[in-house]
């Protein structure tokens, strides 16, 4: 199974980034799929999560309004849009995916089977 994030880069604040996981390996179509990062001398947290069905998203408080997760499910993927970047997003985000399966509703995040490998994203101020 491989989870390749991709989309990450330096962006200027107030900028845009489209954040792309492809899954391979294994269908994730019935899974809790989402994203989290983690920044320098930081504990990963989590950023947004969707369910199978993509009807639930749930997002953390710090990029709530500016992010929005979305899926394919005929492609097997995850996408996280960032917009109004700040230089405190900057981090490295990971995709993952969820043991919670066919959910209604999604929250955090918290029994992670798959982690991604990390994609960059930088913003200068």
């Known amino acids: 199974v491989q989870l390749q994030a991709s989309g990450g880069g330096l962006v200027q604040a107030g900028g845009s980034l489209r954040l792309s996981c492809a899954a391979s390996?294994?269908?994730?179509?019935?899974?809790?799929m989402g994203w989290f990062r983690q920044a320098p001398g930081k504990e990963r947290e989590f950023v947004a999560a969707i369910n199978w069905s993509a009807d639930s998203t749930y997002y953390a408080d710090s990029v709530k309004g500016r992010a929005t997760i979305s899926r394919d499910n005929a492609k097997n993927a995850v996408y996280l849009q960032m917009n109004s970047l700040k230089p405190e997003d900057t981090a490295v985000y990971y995709c993952?995916?969820?043991?919670?399966?066919?959910?209604?509703?999604?929250?955090?995040?918290?029994?992670?089977?798959?982690w991604g490998q990390g994609t960059q994203v930088t913003v200068s101020s």
């Open positions: 993952a995916v969820d043991e919670a399966r066919y959910s209604g509703y999604v929250r955090q995040l918290k029994r992670i089977m798959y």
């Open positions: 390996g294994r269908n994730f179509m019935s899974y809790d």
